[in-house]
């Protein structure tokens, strides 16, 4: 059975000012998300599985038709990120309208995935080897094992000039094996190089422009639901605000801490690019063009 790709795009894009997922950046009008489908299908992947929220379903469908892919025997499944949706015994916060974050949007697609899977965001590029290395590494790994997988990419590649980014900080063994992740929510980039975030008690911690940083790229099994709902769990039992959100490189960490899981890290030549903020947009599209005018991408829509 082929892998399926998961593409989280439930994100209600507050620091961009609107959809990014929706956004067209390619030089012929193509979004981001064209280019993961793209990348996707050519590496084997047939399934592609969409997060996202209600609000915008009928337009988030209407676009995602256009995709010539679809055309191509790649089978599409939408999931809605529900705030409502909790495991048993939960109840939804009053006045609670933000997503609960990445782990509880994977969470909300147990009943859908029933094969190895890769998670993508629907706003980052992440390049076709990154999909290829992916897909290598699903053909191989148990349904239902605790083996996984994430896509690393260098600290110093993935920040912005226009603001703070969310990332997730990997220390890895000798052999490539994840030993920790740690989410940083708010990194700045240091005029020195590299980039500051924050330890918690609030102090300042400095990162070099060569850590290995999570941009959400994993392999996964269906293994990993019910230790989802396990930690999704803890979590709603200490964070009943309105804000609070439960990310996956939080509840990776948390496996790995307790022997759950086993984590590889797989090397990537892929470019990343994405956009954070507005102004991050002329970047971007700018390369996009270089790769279709190198030849790396037709036209793809």
């Not at 489908?37 to 047939?46: K, L, N, Q, S």
């Not at 998670?119 to 191989?140: I, R, S």
């Not at 709902?229 to 804000?243: G, I, N, P, Y």
Request: hydrophobic share 40%; net charge neutral; with cysteine.
């Amino acid at each position: 059975m082929s892998p399926a790709l998961v593409i989280l795009a439930a994100g209600m894009g507050s620091r961009y000012g609107g959809l990014k997922q929706m956004d067209p950046l390619g030089p012929h009008g193509e979004t981001i998300l064209d280019y993961s489908i793209y990348d996707a299908h050519r590496a084997g992947f047939e399934q592609i599985v969409f997060i996202i929220r209600r609000d915008f379903a009928d337009a988030f469908r209407a676009r995602i038709n256009q995709n010539p892919s679809l055309n191509r025997g790649l089978e599409v499944k939408y999931v809605m990120q529900d705030v409502k949706e909790l495991p048993q015994g939960f109840i939804l916060p009053t006045g609670r309208e933000k997503p609960w974050g990445t782990a509880h949007a994977v969470w909300c697609t147990r009943k859908t995935v029933n094969r190895p899977f890769a998670v993508v965001n629907a706003d980052d590029f992440y390049g076709a080897d990154a999909f290829k290395q992916l897909a290598g590494f699903l053909k191989n790994a148990p349904a239902n094992g605790h083996n996984y997988a994430l896509v690393g990419y260098r600290l110093g590649q993935t920040l912005s000039e226009h603001g703070t980014v969310a990332r997730g900080v990997c220390i890895a063994d000798a052999n490539g094996h994840l030993l920790s992740i740690e989410e940083q929510t708010a990194l700045a980039p240091d005029p020195a190089g590299g980039a500051n975030g924050k330890k918690p008690d609030g102090s300042t911690v400095h990162f070099p422009a060569d850590t290995v940083v999570s941009m959400n790229c994993w392999a996964l099994t269906p293994g990993i639901f019910p230790q989802l709902e396990t930690q999704l769990v803890a979590f709603l039992r200490t964070h009943s605000d309105l804000k609070s959100e439960c990310y996956l490189p939080g509840v990776v960490g948390k496996l790995l801490s307790i022997q759950q899981a086993r984590v590889k890290v797989l090397t990537t030549e892929a470019r990343w690019c994405g956009v954070t903020y507005q102004n991050d947009k002329p970047g971007v599209q700018a390369a996009l063009k270089a790769m279709h005018d190198s030849g790396e991408y037709p036209h793809i829509r």
